[in-house]
Protein backbone atom coordinates (compact mmCIF):
# COMPACT_ATOMS: atom_id res chain seq x y z
CA UNK A 1 0.00 0.00 0.00
CA UNK A 2 2.71 2.39 0.66
CA UNK A 3 4.58 1.14 -2.26
CA UNK A 4 1.40 2.30 -4.29
CA UNK A 5 1.11 5.34 -2.80
CA UNK A 6 4.77 5.96 -3.69
CA UNK A 7 3.98 5.41 -7.03
CA UNK A 8 0.65 7.56 -7.36
CA UNK A 9 2.69 10.73 -6.02
CA UNK A 10 5.46 10.00 -8.07
CA UNK A 11 7.93 10.80 -5.00
CA UNK A 12 8.87 8.79 -2.24
CA UNK A 13 8.66 11.26 0.31
CA UNK A 14 6.63 12.09 3.84
CA UNK A 15 6.08 15.14 5.74
CA UNK A 16 6.93 14.34 9.86
CA UNK A 17 4.04 16.18 11.83
CA UNK A 18 5.68 17.64 15.20
CA UNK A 19 3.82 20.40 15.89
CA UNK A 20 5.08 22.55 18.99
CA UNK A 21 2.80 25.16 20.16
CA UNK A 22 5.28 28.28 19.91
CA UNK A 23 6.34 27.62 16.38
CA UNK A 24 3.09 27.80 14.75
CA UNK A 25 1.54 30.68 13.07
CA UNK A 26 0.91 33.33 14.75
CA UNK A 27 -2.58 33.77 13.07
CA UNK A 28 -3.46 29.73 14.22
CA UNK A 29 -1.76 30.63 18.03
CA UNK A 30 -4.35 34.09 18.07
CA UNK A 31 -7.48 31.90 16.79
CA UNK A 32 -7.57 29.84 19.58
CA UNK A 33 -7.79 29.77 22.95
CA UNK A 34 -6.80 26.54 24.58
CA UNK A 35 -3.63 25.06 23.07
CA UNK A 36 -4.71 21.82 22.17
CA UNK A 37 -7.07 23.50 19.66
CA UNK A 38 -4.39 25.29 17.92
CA UNK A 39 -2.52 21.89 17.59
CA UNK A 40 -5.53 20.47 15.99
CA UNK A 41 -6.12 23.46 13.25
CA UNK A 42 -2.39 23.42 12.56
CA UNK A 43 -2.06 19.69 11.94
CA UNK A 44 -5.41 19.91 9.81
CA UNK A 45 -4.24 22.35 7.63
CA UNK A 46 -0.88 20.57 7.31
CA UNK A 47 -2.55 17.61 6.22
CA UNK A 48 -4.64 19.29 3.66
CA UNK A 49 -1.70 21.32 2.21
CA UNK A 50 0.17 18.30 1.39
CA UNK A 51 -2.18 16.03 0.59
CA UNK A 52 -1.73 15.12 -3.22
CA UNK A 53 1.90 16.34 -2.91
CA UNK A 54 3.16 13.68 -1.15
CA UNK A 55 2.35 9.97 -0.24
CA UNK A 56 3.02 9.79 3.34
CA UNK A 57 2.83 11.92 6.78
CA UNK A 58 4.60 10.86 10.25
CA UNK A 59 2.55 12.06 13.45
CA UNK A 60 4.68 12.51 16.33
CA UNK A 61 2.60 11.35 19.23
CA UNK A 62 4.83 12.96 21.81
CA UNK A 63 3.72 16.48 20.18
CA UNK A 64 -0.05 15.37 20.61
CA UNK A 65 0.38 13.22 23.79
CA UNK A 66 1.96 16.30 25.58
CA UNK A 67 -1.67 17.91 25.67
CA UNK A 68 -3.09 14.26 27.57
CA UNK A 69 -6.26 12.87 26.20
CA UNK A 70 -7.51 15.74 23.91
CA UNK A 71 -4.18 15.49 22.51
CA UNK A 72 -4.91 12.01 21.47
CA UNK A 73 -8.32 12.88 20.30
CA UNK A 74 -6.59 15.35 18.04
CA UNK A 75 -4.09 13.00 16.69
CA UNK A 76 -7.05 10.20 16.17
CA UNK A 77 -8.57 13.14 13.81
CA UNK A 78 -5.49 13.99 12.06
CA UNK A 79 -5.04 10.38 11.32
CA UNK A 80 -8.64 9.91 10.13
CA UNK A 81 -8.49 12.72 7.87
CA UNK A 82 -4.93 12.16 6.51
CA UNK A 83 -6.12 8.82 5.39
CA UNK A 84 -9.40 10.20 4.04
CA UNK A 85 -7.14 12.37 1.66
CA UNK A 86 -4.98 9.67 0.34
CA UNK A 87 -2.58 9.60 2.34
CA UNK A 88 -0.73 6.93 4.23
CA UNK A 89 -0.65 7.35 8.27
CA UNK A 90 2.80 6.74 10.11
CA UNK A 91 2.44 6.77 13.78
CA UNK A 92 5.98 7.65 15.34
CA UNK A 93 5.54 6.52 18.57
CA UNK A 94 8.92 4.58 19.17
CA UNK A 95 6.75 1.72 20.88
CA UNK A 96 8.26 -1.30 22.16
CA UNK A 97 6.85 -4.22 25.66
CA UNK A 98 6.39 -7.63 26.03
CA UNK A 99 3.64 -9.59 25.28
CA UNK A 100 0.66 -8.24 26.66
CA UNK A 101 1.85 -5.08 26.34
CA UNK A 102 2.97 -5.31 22.82
CA UNK A 103 -0.03 -6.26 21.63
CA UNK A 104 -2.05 -3.48 23.36
CA UNK A 105 0.12 -1.05 21.09
CA UNK A 106 -0.46 -2.73 18.55
CA UNK A 107 -4.69 -2.44 19.07
CA UNK A 108 -4.18 1.50 19.79
CA UNK A 109 -1.95 2.31 16.76
CA UNK A 110 -3.88 -0.02 14.10
CA UNK A 111 -7.23 -1.16 15.57
CA UNK A 112 -7.97 2.13 17.44
CA UNK A 113 -6.12 5.06 15.57
CA UNK A 114 -5.70 3.28 12.42
CA UNK A 115 -2.38 4.17 11.32
CA UNK A 116 -0.96 2.44 9.06
CA UNK A 117 2.65 2.13 10.01
CA UNK A 118 3.83 2.15 13.60
CA UNK A 119 7.35 2.77 15.04
CA UNK A 120 9.03 0.39 17.19
CA UNK A 121 11.92 0.19 19.60
CA UNK A 122 13.23 -2.79 19.76
CA UNK A 123 15.80 -3.44 22.95
CA UNK A 124 13.44 -5.71 24.62
CA UNK A 125 14.44 -8.33 22.01
CA UNK A 126 13.11 -9.64 18.59
CA UNK A 127 10.37 -11.60 20.30
CA UNK A 128 8.51 -8.14 20.95
CA UNK A 129 8.12 -7.33 16.87
CA UNK A 130 5.74 -10.32 16.99
CA UNK A 131 2.45 -8.59 18.15
CA UNK A 132 2.33 -5.94 15.38
CA UNK A 133 3.13 -8.44 12.60
CA UNK A 134 0.06 -10.48 13.75
CA UNK A 135 -1.82 -11.55 10.38
CA UNK A 136 -4.60 -9.54 10.70
CA UNK A 137 -3.11 -6.51 10.62
CA UNK A 138 -0.23 -8.13 7.82
CA UNK A 139 -3.46 -8.53 5.72
CA UNK A 140 -4.83 -5.12 6.57
CA UNK A 141 -1.85 -3.89 5.04
CA UNK A 142 -0.31 -2.53 8.57
CA UNK A 143 3.42 -2.52 8.65
CA UNK A 144 6.20 -0.89 11.38
CA UNK A 145 9.39 0.73 11.34
CA UNK A 146 12.09 -0.18 13.54
CA UNK A 147 14.55 1.51 15.23
CA UNK A 148 17.86 0.69 13.97
CA UNK A 149 20.16 3.66 12.57
CA UNK A 150 18.89 6.82 14.04
CA UNK A 151 20.05 10.45 12.45
CA UNK A 152 20.66 11.58 16.21
CA UNK A 153 24.44 12.22 17.18
CA UNK A 154 24.05 10.37 20.37
CA UNK A 155 23.23 7.44 18.81
CA UNK A 156 26.62 6.89 17.51
CA UNK A 157 27.44 6.05 21.50
CA UNK A 158 25.41 3.32 21.35
CA UNK A 159 24.41 2.08 17.58
CA UNK A 160 27.99 2.18 16.22
CA UNK A 161 29.59 0.02 19.05
CA UNK A 162 31.37 -3.29 17.92
CA UNK A 163 29.98 -6.19 19.36
CA UNK A 164 32.19 -9.09 20.05
CA UNK A 165 31.30 -11.21 16.23
CA UNK A 166 32.29 -8.19 14.16
CA UNK A 167 28.95 -6.70 13.73
CA UNK A 168 27.69 -3.18 15.32
CA UNK A 169 24.60 -3.16 17.16
CA UNK A 170 22.98 -1.59 14.03
CA UNK A 171 23.86 -3.82 12.14
CA UNK A 172 22.41 -6.55 14.42
CA UNK A 173 19.68 -5.19 14.89
CA UNK A 174 19.56 -5.15 10.75
CA UNK A 175 19.87 -8.75 11.06
CA UNK A 176 16.91 -9.18 13.36
CA UNK A 177 14.50 -6.87 11.26
CA UNK A 178 15.62 -8.87 8.19
CA UNK A 179 14.82 -12.21 9.75
CA UNK A 180 11.29 -10.69 11.32
CA UNK A 181 10.54 -9.30 7.85
CA UNK A 182 11.15 -12.54 5.59
CA UNK A 183 7.57 -14.03 6.13
CA UNK A 184 5.96 -10.90 5.38
CA UNK A 185 7.03 -9.69 1.55
CA UNK A 186 4.36 -8.73 -0.31
CA UNK A 187 4.15 -9.04 -4.13
CA UNK A 188 6.22 -5.54 -4.77
CA UNK A 189 9.27 -7.30 -3.32
CA UNK A 190 9.01 -5.00 -0.06
CA UNK A 191 8.55 -6.32 3.43
CA UNK A 192 5.61 -5.10 6.15
CA UNK A 193 9.17 -4.36 8.35
CA UNK A 194 11.12 -1.58 7.97
CA UNK A 195 13.38 0.15 9.58
CA UNK A 196 14.82 3.76 10.48
CA UNK A 197 18.02 4.30 8.74
CA UNK A 198 19.20 7.93 9.02
CA UNK A 199 20.62 9.81 5.99
CA UNK A 200 23.42 11.65 8.33
CA UNK A 201 25.43 7.65 8.47
CA UNK A 202 26.86 7.41 4.57
CA UNK A 203 29.58 5.59 5.99
CA UNK A 204 26.92 2.65 6.90
CA UNK A 205 24.42 3.18 4.29
CA UNK A 206 25.33 0.32 1.73
CA UNK A 207 26.17 -1.71 4.42
CA UNK A 208 22.25 -1.58 6.05
CA UNK A 209 20.67 -1.84 2.65
CA UNK A 210 22.78 -5.46 2.25
CA UNK A 211 21.75 -6.17 5.17
CA UNK A 212 18.01 -5.72 5.03
CA UNK A 213 17.54 -6.17 0.93
CA UNK A 214 13.78 -6.35 1.50
CA UNK A 215 12.70 -3.78 4.12
CA UNK A 216 11.76 -0.25 3.71
CA UNK A 217 13.78 2.63 4.97
CA UNK A 218 12.17 5.80 7.17
CA UNK A 219 14.90 7.84 6.82
CA UNK A 220 15.23 11.09 8.75
CA UNK A 221 18.01 13.70 8.55
CA UNK A 222 17.97 14.96 4.92
CA UNK A 223 18.15 18.29 4.57
CA UNK A 224 18.75 20.11 7.68
CA UNK A 225 20.23 18.02 9.50
CA UNK A 226 23.21 17.30 6.97
CA UNK A 227 22.11 14.50 4.63
CA UNK A 228 22.75 14.89 1.07
CA UNK A 229 21.49 13.66 -2.44
CA UNK A 230 24.05 10.63 -2.21
CA UNK A 231 23.47 9.18 0.79
CA UNK A 232 19.24 9.09 -0.07
CA UNK A 233 20.91 7.46 -3.23
CA UNK A 234 23.18 4.78 -1.10
CA UNK A 235 20.18 3.27 0.35
CA UNK A 236 17.73 2.68 -2.81
CA UNK A 237 17.20 -1.05 -3.30
CA UNK A 238 19.30 -2.01 -6.30
CA UNK A 239 17.64 -3.42 -9.37
CA UNK A 240 13.97 -1.70 -7.99
CA UNK A 241 11.39 -0.88 -10.50
CA UNK A 242 8.99 1.60 -10.08
CA UNK A 243 10.12 4.31 -7.57
CA UNK A 244 7.33 2.61 -4.91
CA UNK A 245 9.45 0.06 -4.98
CA UNK A 246 13.26 1.58 -4.20
CA UNK A 247 12.86 0.87 -0.76
CA UNK A 248 13.27 4.57 0.49
CA UNK A 249 10.75 6.86 2.30
CA UNK A 250 12.68 9.91 2.71
CA UNK A 251 11.11 12.26 5.90
CA UNK A 252 11.37 16.01 6.61
CA UNK A 253 9.54 17.70 9.59
CA UNK A 254 10.48 21.49 10.57
CA UNK A 255 11.86 22.20 7.10
CA UNK A 256 8.16 21.56 5.67
CA UNK A 257 5.75 22.67 8.45
CA UNK A 258 7.59 25.89 9.26
CA UNK A 259 7.76 26.88 5.98
CA UNK A 260 6.04 29.69 5.95
CA UNK A 261 7.60 33.28 7.84
CA UNK A 262 5.85 35.67 9.95
CA UNK A 263 7.03 38.18 7.71
CA UNK A 264 4.91 36.24 5.03
CA UNK A 265 2.01 35.72 7.55
CA UNK A 266 1.61 39.28 8.52
CA UNK A 267 1.23 40.38 4.75
CA UNK A 268 -0.96 38.19 3.64
CA UNK A 269 -3.19 38.59 6.58
CA UNK A 270 -3.42 42.56 5.44
CA UNK A 271 -4.64 40.86 1.87
CA UNK A 272 -7.40 38.45 3.64
CA UNK A 273 -5.61 35.46 2.63
CA UNK A 274 -4.90 34.36 6.51
CA UNK A 275 -4.18 30.83 5.07
CA UNK A 276 -1.05 31.80 3.65
CA UNK A 277 1.14 29.44 5.68
CA UNK A 278 -0.43 26.82 4.45
CA UNK A 279 0.62 27.67 0.91
CA UNK A 280 4.10 27.85 2.37
CA UNK A 281 3.62 24.49 3.58
CA UNK A 282 2.12 23.14 0.70
CA UNK A 283 5.29 24.69 -1.88
CA UNK A 284 7.73 23.18 0.56
CA UNK A 285 6.06 20.01 0.80
CA UNK A 286 6.26 20.07 -3.31
CA UNK A 287 9.64 21.15 -3.76
CA UNK A 288 11.01 18.56 -1.78
CA UNK A 289 8.54 16.12 -2.98
CA UNK A 290 10.38 17.12 -6.59
CA UNK A 291 13.58 17.02 -5.17
CA UNK A 292 13.69 13.63 -4.02
CA UNK A 293 11.58 12.14 -6.89
CA UNK A 294 15.18 13.07 -9.02
CA UNK A 295 17.43 11.48 -6.83
CA UNK A 296 15.16 8.51 -6.76
CA UNK A 297 14.61 8.32 -10.17
CA UNK B 1 10.61 9.88 47.78
CA UNK B 2 10.56 6.67 46.70
CA UNK B 3 13.07 5.16 49.13
CA UNK B 4 10.66 7.25 52.11
CA UNK B 5 7.79 5.83 50.88
CA UNK B 6 9.59 2.19 51.22
CA UNK B 7 10.69 3.15 54.33
CA UNK B 8 7.08 4.10 55.39
CA UNK B 9 5.47 0.84 53.83
CA UNK B 10 8.61 -1.71 54.89
CA UNK B 11 8.90 -3.10 51.52
CA UNK B 12 9.59 -2.58 48.40
CA UNK B 13 7.04 -3.67 46.48
CA UNK B 14 5.36 -2.52 43.56
CA UNK B 15 1.79 -3.48 41.93
CA UNK B 16 1.60 -3.91 38.16
CA UNK B 17 -1.96 -2.45 37.05
CA UNK B 18 -2.23 -3.96 33.53
CA UNK B 19 -5.68 -4.05 33.14
CA UNK B 20 -7.34 -6.63 30.33
CA UNK B 21 -10.93 -6.30 29.89
CA UNK B 22 -11.40 -10.05 29.65
CA UNK B 23 -9.89 -10.25 33.14
CA UNK B 24 -11.55 -8.86 34.82
CA UNK B 25 -14.09 -9.76 37.47
CA UNK B 26 -17.56 -10.19 36.35
CA UNK B 27 -19.23 -8.10 38.16
CA UNK B 28 -16.93 -5.16 37.34
CA UNK B 29 -17.53 -6.01 33.44
CA UNK B 30 -21.16 -6.59 34.17
CA UNK B 31 -21.60 -2.80 36.05
CA UNK B 32 -20.23 -1.10 32.88
CA UNK B 33 -21.42 -1.22 29.44
CA UNK B 34 -18.31 0.98 27.86
CA UNK B 35 -14.86 -1.40 28.63
CA UNK B 36 -13.31 1.76 29.48
CA UNK B 37 -15.31 2.32 32.35
CA UNK B 38 -14.55 -0.93 33.57
CA UNK B 39 -11.30 -0.73 33.16
CA UNK B 40 -11.54 2.59 35.16
CA UNK B 41 -13.61 1.02 37.82
CA UNK B 42 -10.83 -1.86 38.48
CA UNK B 43 -8.01 0.62 38.08
CA UNK B 44 -9.28 2.58 41.07
CA UNK B 45 -10.72 -0.61 43.46
CA UNK B 46 -7.07 -2.23 42.82
CA UNK B 47 -5.63 1.21 43.90
CA UNK B 48 -7.73 1.54 46.56
CA UNK B 49 -7.32 -1.86 47.85
CA UNK B 50 -3.70 -1.59 47.55
CA UNK B 51 -3.22 1.54 49.35
CA UNK B 52 -1.37 1.65 52.60
CA UNK B 53 -0.24 -1.99 51.74
CA UNK B 54 2.54 -1.21 49.18
CA UNK B 55 4.64 2.15 48.56
CA UNK B 56 4.02 2.24 44.76
CA UNK B 57 2.28 1.44 42.50
CA UNK B 58 3.07 0.58 38.09
CA UNK B 59 0.55 2.00 35.35
CA UNK B 60 1.52 -0.25 32.16
CA UNK B 61 0.05 2.89 29.75
CA UNK B 62 -0.90 0.61 26.87
CA UNK B 63 -3.32 -1.24 28.71
CA UNK B 64 -5.07 2.48 28.86
CA UNK B 65 -4.02 3.67 25.28
CA UNK B 66 -5.78 0.33 23.79
CA UNK B 67 -9.15 2.76 24.73
CA UNK B 68 -7.63 5.57 23.13
CA UNK B 69 -8.58 9.09 24.88
CA UNK B 70 -10.69 7.78 26.49
CA UNK B 71 -8.07 5.53 27.99
CA UNK B 72 -5.80 8.09 28.84
CA UNK B 73 -8.58 10.45 30.79
CA UNK B 74 -8.68 7.16 32.98
CA UNK B 75 -4.86 6.69 33.16
CA UNK B 76 -4.53 10.36 33.95
CA UNK B 77 -7.49 9.69 37.10
CA UNK B 78 -5.89 6.65 38.17
CA UNK B 79 -2.52 8.37 38.56
CA UNK B 80 -3.99 11.12 40.36
CA UNK B 81 -6.07 8.91 42.87
CA UNK B 82 -2.80 7.09 43.92
CA UNK B 83 -0.76 10.10 44.45
CA UNK B 84 -3.94 11.42 46.09
CA UNK B 85 -3.60 7.87 48.36
CA UNK B 86 0.12 7.90 49.13
CA UNK B 87 1.00 5.99 45.78
CA UNK B 88 3.96 6.80 44.28
CA UNK B 89 2.62 6.41 40.61
CA UNK B 90 5.53 4.48 38.17
CA UNK B 91 4.29 5.51 34.70
CA UNK B 92 5.32 1.94 32.31
CA UNK B 93 5.44 3.99 28.96
CA UNK B 94 8.73 2.97 27.52
CA UNK B 95 9.18 6.18 25.89
CA UNK B 96 12.16 6.88 23.59
CA UNK B 97 12.34 9.86 21.51
CA UNK B 98 15.38 12.30 20.77
CA UNK B 99 15.06 16.06 21.55
CA UNK B 100 11.95 18.18 21.28
CA UNK B 101 9.98 14.95 20.80
CA UNK B 102 11.69 13.10 24.56
CA UNK B 103 10.93 16.83 25.94
CA UNK B 104 7.67 16.31 25.39
CA UNK B 105 7.40 12.95 26.73
CA UNK B 106 8.89 14.15 29.38
CA UNK B 107 6.61 17.25 29.74
CA UNK B 108 3.08 14.28 29.40
CA UNK B 109 4.63 11.61 31.91
CA UNK B 110 5.53 14.31 34.73
CA UNK B 111 3.92 17.44 33.80
CA UNK B 112 0.69 16.52 32.75
CA UNK B 113 0.17 13.15 34.22
CA UNK B 114 2.00 13.91 37.76
CA UNK B 115 3.61 10.52 37.41
CA UNK B 116 6.76 10.71 39.62
CA UNK B 117 8.86 7.78 37.79
CA UNK B 118 8.67 7.14 33.98
CA UNK B 119 10.28 3.92 32.28
CA UNK B 120 12.49 4.69 29.39
CA UNK B 121 13.50 2.73 26.03
CA UNK B 122 17.56 3.73 25.86
CA UNK B 123 18.08 2.37 21.91
CA UNK B 124 18.03 5.31 20.26
CA UNK B 125 21.52 6.81 22.47
CA UNK B 126 22.30 8.04 26.00
CA UNK B 127 21.91 11.66 24.87
CA UNK B 128 17.68 10.92 24.70
CA UNK B 129 17.20 10.04 28.60
CA UNK B 130 18.63 14.06 29.15
CA UNK B 131 15.21 15.25 28.46
CA UNK B 132 13.85 13.30 31.99
CA UNK B 133 16.68 14.94 33.71
CA UNK B 134 15.86 18.50 33.81
CA UNK B 135 16.28 20.02 36.47
CA UNK B 136 12.89 20.66 37.22
CA UNK B 137 11.88 17.18 37.00
CA UNK B 138 14.82 16.87 39.42
CA UNK B 139 13.54 18.94 41.88
CA UNK B 140 10.52 17.51 41.75
CA UNK B 141 11.74 14.55 42.84
CA UNK B 142 11.11 12.50 39.16
CA UNK B 143 13.03 9.52 38.01
CA UNK B 144 13.02 7.36 35.31
CA UNK B 145 14.03 3.49 34.97
CA UNK B 146 15.91 3.35 31.38
CA UNK B 147 15.42 -0.72 30.44
CA UNK B 148 18.73 -2.84 31.06
CA UNK B 149 18.22 -6.51 31.42
CA UNK B 150 14.29 -7.34 30.65
CA UNK B 151 12.62 -10.05 31.87
CA UNK B 152 10.78 -11.51 28.77
CA UNK B 153 12.84 -14.56 27.52
CA UNK B 154 13.48 -13.02 24.35
CA UNK B 155 15.97 -10.30 25.85
CA UNK B 156 18.31 -12.94 25.59
CA UNK B 157 18.59 -12.56 22.14
CA UNK B 158 19.70 -9.50 22.41
CA UNK B 159 20.38 -8.02 25.63
CA UNK B 160 23.20 -10.37 26.57
CA UNK B 161 25.37 -10.51 23.34
CA UNK B 162 28.68 -9.85 23.85
CA UNK B 163 30.44 -6.46 22.24
CA UNK B 164 34.14 -6.79 21.24
CA UNK B 165 34.93 -5.15 24.55
CA UNK B 166 33.97 -7.68 26.30
CA UNK B 167 30.73 -6.19 27.95
CA UNK B 168 27.51 -7.47 27.11
CA UNK B 169 24.77 -4.93 25.83
CA UNK B 170 22.82 -4.70 28.91
CA UNK B 171 26.41 -4.11 30.79
CA UNK B 172 26.91 -1.19 28.27
CA UNK B 173 23.42 -0.20 29.20
CA UNK B 174 24.46 -0.32 32.76
CA UNK B 175 27.34 1.73 32.52
CA UNK B 176 25.04 4.84 30.46
CA UNK B 177 22.64 4.74 33.21
CA UNK B 178 25.27 4.88 36.19
CA UNK B 179 27.05 7.84 34.17
CA UNK B 180 23.60 9.31 33.24
CA UNK B 181 23.03 8.99 37.30
CA UNK B 182 26.01 9.97 38.61
CA UNK B 183 24.99 14.14 38.96
CA UNK B 184 21.53 13.18 40.64
CA UNK B 185 22.43 11.23 43.26
CA UNK B 186 20.59 12.45 46.42
CA UNK B 187 20.80 12.41 50.50
CA UNK B 188 19.38 9.04 50.35
CA UNK B 189 22.50 7.75 48.59
CA UNK B 190 20.10 6.81 45.25
CA UNK B 191 20.18 8.22 41.99
CA UNK B 192 17.39 9.58 40.09
CA UNK B 193 17.88 7.03 37.21
CA UNK B 194 17.13 3.86 37.80
CA UNK B 195 16.81 0.32 35.91
CA UNK B 196 14.38 -1.94 34.70
CA UNK B 197 16.03 -5.65 35.76
CA UNK B 198 14.25 -8.85 35.62
CA UNK B 199 14.72 -11.25 38.53
CA UNK B 200 14.92 -13.80 35.55
CA UNK B 201 18.41 -13.50 35.58
CA UNK B 202 20.28 -14.79 38.54
CA UNK B 203 23.83 -14.82 36.41
CA UNK B 204 24.09 -11.72 35.46
CA UNK B 205 22.57 -9.55 38.67
CA UNK B 206 25.27 -9.80 41.02
CA UNK B 207 27.17 -7.45 37.88
CA UNK B 208 24.76 -5.29 37.17
CA UNK B 209 24.38 -4.38 41.01
CA UNK B 210 28.21 -3.58 40.51
CA UNK B 211 27.67 -1.55 37.55
CA UNK B 212 24.91 0.66 38.92
CA UNK B 213 25.67 0.92 42.75
CA UNK B 214 23.62 3.82 42.95
CA UNK B 215 20.35 2.89 40.68
CA UNK B 216 16.76 1.96 42.11
CA UNK B 217 16.18 -1.41 39.98
CA UNK B 218 12.55 -2.10 39.14
CA UNK B 219 12.33 -5.68 39.12
CA UNK B 220 9.82 -8.01 37.23
CA UNK B 221 9.69 -11.36 37.46
CA UNK B 222 9.77 -12.68 41.21
CA UNK B 223 7.38 -15.51 41.60
CA UNK B 224 5.17 -16.04 38.20
CA UNK B 225 8.11 -16.13 35.97
CA UNK B 226 10.37 -17.50 38.13
CA UNK B 227 12.43 -15.41 39.88
CA UNK B 228 13.16 -16.37 43.56
CA UNK B 229 14.23 -14.58 46.98
CA UNK B 230 17.88 -15.09 45.94
CA UNK B 231 17.57 -13.34 42.62
CA UNK B 232 16.27 -10.24 45.04
CA UNK B 233 18.74 -10.62 47.55
CA UNK B 234 21.81 -10.49 44.64
CA UNK B 235 19.60 -7.30 43.40
CA UNK B 236 20.35 -5.72 46.68
CA UNK B 237 22.64 -2.53 47.22
CA UNK B 238 25.58 -3.80 49.75
CA UNK B 239 26.08 -2.21 52.93
CA UNK B 240 22.73 -0.05 52.43
CA UNK B 241 20.75 1.12 55.24
CA UNK B 242 16.90 1.38 55.99
CA UNK B 243 14.93 -0.92 53.41
CA UNK B 244 14.37 2.12 51.21
CA UNK B 245 17.72 2.66 50.47
CA UNK B 246 18.39 -1.04 49.12
CA UNK B 247 17.77 0.37 45.72
CA UNK B 248 14.73 -2.11 44.60
CA UNK B 249 11.25 -2.46 44.05
CA UNK B 250 10.19 -5.27 43.12
CA UNK B 251 6.99 -5.69 40.50
CA UNK B 252 4.14 -7.63 40.30
CA UNK B 253 1.37 -7.67 37.90
CA UNK B 254 -0.99 -10.65 37.34
CA UNK B 255 -0.32 -12.40 40.54
CA UNK B 256 -1.69 -9.43 42.62
CA UNK B 257 -4.41 -7.96 40.63
CA UNK B 258 -5.79 -10.60 39.38
CA UNK B 259 -5.85 -12.73 42.60
CA UNK B 260 -9.70 -13.38 42.90
CA UNK B 261 -11.49 -16.33 41.63
CA UNK B 262 -14.55 -16.29 39.96
CA UNK B 263 -15.98 -18.86 42.11
CA UNK B 264 -15.21 -16.76 45.28
CA UNK B 265 -16.89 -13.65 43.53
CA UNK B 266 -20.16 -15.60 42.68
CA UNK B 267 -19.74 -16.48 46.78
CA UNK B 268 -19.26 -13.17 48.03
CA UNK B 269 -21.59 -11.52 45.86
CA UNK B 270 -24.37 -14.06 47.08
CA UNK B 271 -24.24 -13.05 50.40
CA UNK B 272 -24.25 -8.68 48.96
CA UNK B 273 -20.25 -8.23 49.61
CA UNK B 274 -19.40 -7.51 45.37
CA UNK B 275 -16.56 -5.58 46.49
CA UNK B 276 -14.45 -9.53 47.25
CA UNK B 277 -12.61 -9.15 44.72
CA UNK B 278 -10.93 -6.27 46.31
CA UNK B 279 -10.57 -7.97 49.55
CA UNK B 280 -8.45 -10.70 47.14
CA UNK B 281 -6.26 -8.08 45.93
CA UNK B 282 -5.29 -6.38 49.22
CA UNK B 283 -4.79 -9.69 50.84
CA UNK B 284 -2.46 -10.48 47.84
CA UNK B 285 -0.09 -7.50 47.82
CA UNK B 286 -0.44 -7.84 51.49
CA UNK B 287 1.30 -11.64 51.25
CA UNK B 288 3.69 -9.97 48.76
CA UNK B 289 4.57 -7.66 50.99
CA UNK B 290 6.09 -9.50 53.97
CA UNK B 291 7.30 -11.99 51.49
CA UNK B 292 9.87 -8.96 49.66
CA UNK B 293 10.18 -7.57 53.36
CA UNK B 294 11.56 -10.81 54.64
CA UNK B 295 13.67 -10.87 51.79
CA UNK B 296 15.34 -7.50 51.81
CA UNK B 297 15.44 -7.31 55.48
Known sequence: LLAA???????????????????????????????????????????????????AIKFQSACYERYGAPGLSVLEHGIAVARELGLVAILDAKRGDIGISAEHYAAAAFGRMHADWLTVSPYLGPD?????LAERYATAGKGIFVLVRTSNPGSDLFQTLPMADGRSVAHMMADAVDAAGSRSIGVSGLSTVGAVVGATKPDDAARLRARMPNA????????????????????????????GTRGVLVTASRSVIYAFSEQQGGQLEKIGAADGWMVAVADSASTLASEIAMICR
Open 216 to 243: IFLVPGYGAQGGTAADIVALVRAGSGSV
Open 5 to 55: AIDRCGSPVCVGLDPVLDKLPAVVRAGHSEPVEAIRAFSLGVIRAVAGQVP
Open 128 to 132: TLEPY
